[in-house]
Structures are given as structure tokens and as C-alpha cells.
């Protein structure tokens, strides 16, 4: 599961409770969750049971946590979406968490159109607050960078640093994004933020030699993609890496 569907599962019902008896719905919700996040093809089909025995937009919530946590993203984005869509028939300000879920999952799926509109609506409700919305306007900016909008980008990623601050990912995004637009003074420092909070991360290290290299800083470039190999090997980044350290190997010799 990516770290953006980790951050989104993490709020899946919105504010704490406060400290009273749980209800009956609240108490199967929890078990739900519970087995949809341990074991999640058993969490699947007990959210099936619950939503056809009348667990409503709980169950459906829940079946799409199963769902995110198998990678079956259209599953996921479609259960979250009718959860959002009953949630707001009832008046249940918890659809604006479950509409930024749905768009969490479409963007999983790569399907930023999608990823937008669900998130559109999650904003709209007004409801969500603090690093909820900061999350939300986050993965609005990853989705409007993919439709090739940067600048509408920029605006949700100003957004998202000053409600998520500490959300590494946050800092990368933007860092790459500022690179993208040839802004590499916040590049620099921006990605330096990230480093600050994910020194063992090799999407950051990855990103500190691309922003070296577009700086002229080719030792730069080298020592932090070869960090980046480092730390993860087997990751995307380090592949990624690999492949720019290319430009300084010997040509062959004939």
C-alpha cells in the first residue's frame, strides 16, 4: 500500500470521539476496519456481510479499506465514492473523508480526472480541518500535475506545507514541482526540508541529485543518487537513480 493511501486510511471517521460507551455500529465499525487492515481478503468479505445485513455506508467505508489494502484500487475508489454519495444523504459529515479516500484511490489507479472531482468534493464540504485538508490539497496537487496544470498545483501544494508540515512527501512534491518550473532556489531549500524529515527515504535522495544536476552540481548529483541506491536497492528510486548515474560511466572502448 502507498504512503498517500496510508495517510488517507488513517482518517477514516474524522475527529476522536469523546470518551463515552462505543455503540453497537461503532464497535462492529472497529472490528471491520480491524480485519479489512490485518488480514484484508477476510476484511473484505466481512464488510460484504455487514453492508448486506445493513451496514450501510460503514460497511461499504470498510469493504473499500479492504479493497485499498489489496492494491485493488478501482474497487476501493468505487466503494469510498458510494460511501461518500449515502453519507451525504444522511447529512454525515464523514463523506468529505470518504470522498478524499475515493480520491486517493483514483489517483492509485492513475485516474487524476477522477482523483479531482472526488477531491474537489471533499474540500467543498467544508468539514475537513487541519491535516485532513492539508492531505486532501496535497493529493489535489499530485493530481492536477498529472492534467498538467502547475500552476493550480502550486497553489494546493502552498496549502497542503502550511496544514501537513511534517509530511515529508509534502516537501519532495514540492521540491520536484519547483525543479519542474525552474524554480531551483525553493527546490533547494524545499527539498532540504524533506531530508530533514525522511533522511532514510530514497524518493528524497533521488530527488536532491535531480535538483543538484539542474543546478550544474555533478558531484552533488552523483553522492545523492548513489545514496539513493544505498538505501533501497530494490525501489523505484534507486532504479531511477541508477539510470541517471549512467551518464557518468566510461563509454566502451572499442
Known amino acids: 500500500m ?3 493511501i496510508a495517510l488517507a486510511l488513517a482518517q477514516v471517521i474524522g475527529p476522536t470521539l469523546p470518551a463515552r460507551a462505543a455503540t453497537q455500529t461503532e ?19 466481512d464488510a460484504a456481510r455487514w453492508r448486506i445485513d445493513g451496514g450501510g455506508y460503514f460497511a461499504r467505508q470498510c469493504l473499500g479499506i479492504a479493497y485499498a489494502n489489496q492494491r485493488r484500487w478501482a474497487g476501493a475508489a468505487e466503494e469510498f465514492a458510494a460511501a461518500a454519495n449515502e453519507a451525504e444523504v444522511a447529512q454525515d459529515s464523514r463523506a468529505a473523508h470518504y470522498w478524499a479516500q475515493a480520491g486517493n484511490a483514483r489517483l492509485a489507479l492513475g485516474d487524476a480526472a477522477g482523483a479531482l472531482s472526488a477531491l474537489d468534493a471533499a474540500l467543498a464540504a467544508g468539514t475537513l480541518m487541519g491535516l485532513q485538508r492539508g ?15 502547475l500552476a493550480g ?16 512527501l509534502v516537501w519532495l512534491a514540492s521540491a520536484t ?6 524554480e531551483l532556489g525553493r527546490a533547494r531549500a524545499d527539498i532540504a526540508r524533506a531530508y530533514e524529515l525522511a533522511r532514510d527515504d530514497a524518493s528524497v ?6 535538483i543538484a544536476a539542474r543546478s550544474g552540481d555533478a558531484d552533488g548529483a552523483q553522492n545523492a543518487w548513489k545514496e539513493a541506491v544505498r538505501l533501497a536497492p530494490d525501489s523505484e528510486a534507486a532504479g531511477q537513480a541508477r539510470a541517471a548515474l549512467t551518464q557518468f560511466e566510461d563509454p566502451p572502448q572499442n
Open 2 to 4: 502507498s504512503m498517500m
Open 27 to 45: 464497535r462492529r465499525y472497529d472490528q471491520c476496519v480491524d480485519l479489512a487492515t490485518s488480514d484484508p481478503k477476510a476484511g473484505e468479505a
Open 135 to 149: 492531505e486532501a490539497s496535497f493529493d489535489r496537487a499530485r493530481a492536477l500535475v498529472l492534467l498538467g496544470d
Open 153 to 168: 498545483a502550486r497553489a494546493d501544494l502552498d496549502r497542503a506545507q502550511q496544514l501537513a508540515a511534517a509530511d515529508p
Open 177 to 182: 514541482l519547483a525543479r519542474r518550473m525552474g
Open 205 to 210: 535522495l533521488l530527488e536532491i541529485g535531480n
